[in-house]
């Protein structure tokens, strides 16, 4: 009868412990996928906002260079005013035969209704649009997801980069009509702000496009309007994963998508896309912001951007992250199971604890493996952000009174696109695992190495104050420059880096301390690359 009990007991402990094991098991793996969810999610937000910075960038600029430009004296004609060709059956202009020289690839079409200013204001614009050139295709090579970069004058002219011939596309009155103009139009915009156009159907046959436009003024006088135009295909491809994702303009119209075979042609509603009706749509942009919440059937990531007039859901049925965690576990069912058999069949007690003992160590060792994959980036062997941030308020935690320094080096790797594009992505990863590994070879055991996304690393220095981090990120930058890696068939990859330095303030937050080091990085890249900045100059220029 005592063995009886006994045996009952046990078999009770066993039945216990499985189920814990497998709501364990479940509850983790739910989570996890949740997290994964919104990981992704806050990467394509992030991707997302530096686009729209860079764009804010540029197009402040232009603007700035466009309104300045008029009160700069006299000025040179453009020698592509050589390749203007008027056409008098049709009263119009083109540039053309810039087509067929050296300038194709480096300057826009500029065409226009009309004769050909041969002097005054309206030609020193035409100049001003040729300026533009320069700018456009040092941009449109930084951004090549652009669709365009365009200026449109109010006398009756467009220069359009990328080059296109005119019988493809050339000025007409329409244009003025289109949102991205008239929006920023004076009456429209007495700021003189740049603005964000609605999604509306490019006349290139680019499809679906937004468009970045801001006023060009002569003091106070309106010549014309500057643009960046994004096609909603290559606003697809930036948001595209796993998950259904929709970027929608401030009218709840779907900018890009990834069902972008779904949307087609047509300018479409959210609604319509999700066959949500208008009240779930305002709940979905009622939800809260940067995390992932429950709507019904679904999961919902909700973002709104400060700097565009637009917001971003990522959606994932709770049906697909119930099954996955269910997947997940099936095999620990199976191992409980096994156990539990094993059990049945042995009589002695240290057998039964001894098999239970590497149930349960098996399980935890395969949640830790969990738990360390969710930190480092699996191709490099260097922690991803989330592992850096625990490294970081770990070090703040254990130096809290000595306040020991700390420097932040952000590399990004020059050109990096080419070894991808010309030699596919094995050797774009063998590139990212040297640079790594030359990395974690010249800094101490206690910095820490991160993967910040894509071709750029992120160095946390420990105890080294503004200068040593410097040096150290020239030391670095030099041995990168002097390593060649080998590659199939005899090529020889070579790679350079930039680097951009700043110390961390104990006072503030690590993003602004990474902020500060972005910003050099991004000045090093406009001075040429393959150098290190460091923010306090910068700050002091």
Known sequence: MRSVNSLLIKKTIMYVLIITVLIISYNGKYASLIHQFEGTAASKEALINQYIELSDNFINFMTMYGNTYFQQGEKEDSELFKYLQSNPSTNTYNLDAAGRTKYQETVGNLSGAGSIP??????????????????????????????????????????????????????SEDLKNLGF???????NNPLRIPSWSPVYKDSIGKGLAVTLSSPVYDKDTFKGVVSLNFSNVRLSELIDSEYESYLVDNIDTVIATSHIKKVGPQVTPLKVLLSFSQLDVDQMKRLSKGKAQRMGLYYVYSVDFDRAPWRMFFI?????????????????????????????????RKRTEGLLRN????????????????RYDYLTNTYNRRGLNESFLNIIAINESTRTPISFLLGDIDHFKQFNDSLGHAAGDKVLIEVSRIIKKNIKENDVVCRWGGEEFLIMLVGRNYEEALNIAEDIRKKIEAVVIPWDNGQELKVRMTFGVAEHDHEDDIKISVNKADRALYIGKEKGRNQVVGYREIEVG
Do not use: H
Request: with cysteine.
């Open 359 to 374: 149930s349960l160590m098996e399980i935890k060792s395969y949640q830790n493996l969990l738990e360390n994959a969710a």
């Open 316 to 348: 994932v049925p709770v049906t697909s992250i119930v099954l996955k965690s269910v997947f997940f576990t099936l095999p620990i069912l199976f191992i409980c199971i096994l156990f539990y058999s094993t059990f049945l069949q042995v009589e002695k």
């Open 181 to 187: 103009y008239k929006n920023v139009m004076p009456l």
């Open 118 to 171: 041969e002097s005054g204001i309206n030609r020193e614009e035409m100049n001003l649009a040729f300026q533009y050139n320069q700018f456009f295709y040092d941009f449109y090579k930084r951004l090549p997801d652009l669709a365009w970069v365009s200026y449109v004058s109010k006398n009756n002219f467009v220069n359009i980069y990328p080059w296109v011939p005119s019988n493809e596309f050339a000025f």
